[in-house]
């Protein structure tokens, strides 16, 4: 719809709050012929009539009890859409990163500053969610690129293994066994994670308590004590520190890790940022090597 439609939605919505053309007006810092105006507009565009007007003020008529719904959804989706792809003020661009909230420790965090030191004059708009909601932003083309642990295959978008995560057995207990006990905390890293640890632990019926994003598990480990399988990039300082310990015998999981994004672009924003975001994680994987 165009902007004018837009408008007339707005208007339409404020009699709606206001119960009145006159408080309307006065809320929307315009004369009441203005919103007069636009109502009959919106009314002859519709070919119905959405008031009642009398002198107490204004009631909905079936048809405009009707499009109330449409018209809240029009401004919302249009509101939605400014705030994800309108350009900041004093910016020739915005780009929309997205990625699970375990990526972003470590990983993306470190690529935000090198993007933005080589292009000041883009805003970036950083996207946390899950896997299947970061897809359906890319889709939607309301992300420009995603780093996620399970991408699906479609028409358009390319899918790339980025890095391999190392998922280890930890706790809190010095010496606990190698199989999941009564305090294992199973954190849900997505289907290929949950594969793994079916076929490493046949055995394994659940766990009292299932968290399914990463920080949040570790925060509760460390807080309430347990065992549960982290990334090992996330447990260096508390392994130093003495309060994640590694059990021992207990298998590893490998996690691979995506970036995905439009198969189709010449964006020279698209190509800054994926060559930055290759050139960050093999820096940190070549970090990880030296520390191995």
Not at 39 to 66: C, H, M, P, S, W
Not at 231 to 237: I, K, N, S, Y
Not at 253 to 282: E, G, H, W
Request: charged share 20%; net charge positive; proline share 5%.
């Amino acid at each position: 719809m165009t902007g004018l439609d837009t408008e007339l939605a707005r208007t339409f919505l404020a009699v709606v709050a206001a119960g009145s053309f006159v408080e309307a007006a006065k809320r929307l810092h315009v004369t009441q012929s203005t919103v007069s105006t636009r109502i009959q507009r919106l009314e002859d565009d519709l070919g119905v009539a959405l008031f009642v007007r009398n002198k107490a003020g204004t009631t909905l008529t079936t048809a405009g009890q009707q499009f109330q719904r449409h018209a809240a959804l029009l401004t919302r989706t249009v509101e939605q859409a400014r705030q994800e792809i309108g350009v900041a003020s004093g910016y020739r661009a915005t780009l929309t990163v997205g990625a699970r909230l375990g990526l972003w420790e470590d990983l993306m965090l470190r690529w935000l500053p090198v993007f933005m030191s080589q292009a000041p004059d883009v805003a970036v708009r950083a996207l946390v969610g899950f896997d299947e909601d970061l897809m359906e932003a890319l889709i939607l083309g309301r992300a420009g690129v995603a780093v996620l642990y399970a991408p699906q295959a479609r028409p358009g978008l390319t899918v790339e293994p980025l890095l391999e995560e190392r998922l280890i057995m930890v706790s809190t207990r010095a010496k606990p066994p190698r199989e999941p006990q009564s305090d294992y905390i199973y954190i849900d890293w997505g289907p290929e994670f949950f594969a793994q640890h079916s076929l490493a632990f046949p055995n394994f019926v659940g766990a009292a308590l299932t968290v399914n994003i990463g920080l949040p598990g570790l925060q509760y480990l460390l807080t309430n004590g347990g065992t549960a399988y982290f990334p090992a990039r996330m447990l260096r300082e508390h392994e130093r520190a003495g309060r994640l310990h590694r059990v021992p015998g207990a298998p590893e999981f490998r996690l691979p890790v995506y970036i995905c994004f439009p198969s189709k672009s010449d964006s020279t924003l698209l190509a800054l940022a994926l060559s930055t975001i290759r050139k960050v994680v093999a820096e940190v994987s070549s970090a990880r090597l030296r520390r191995a």
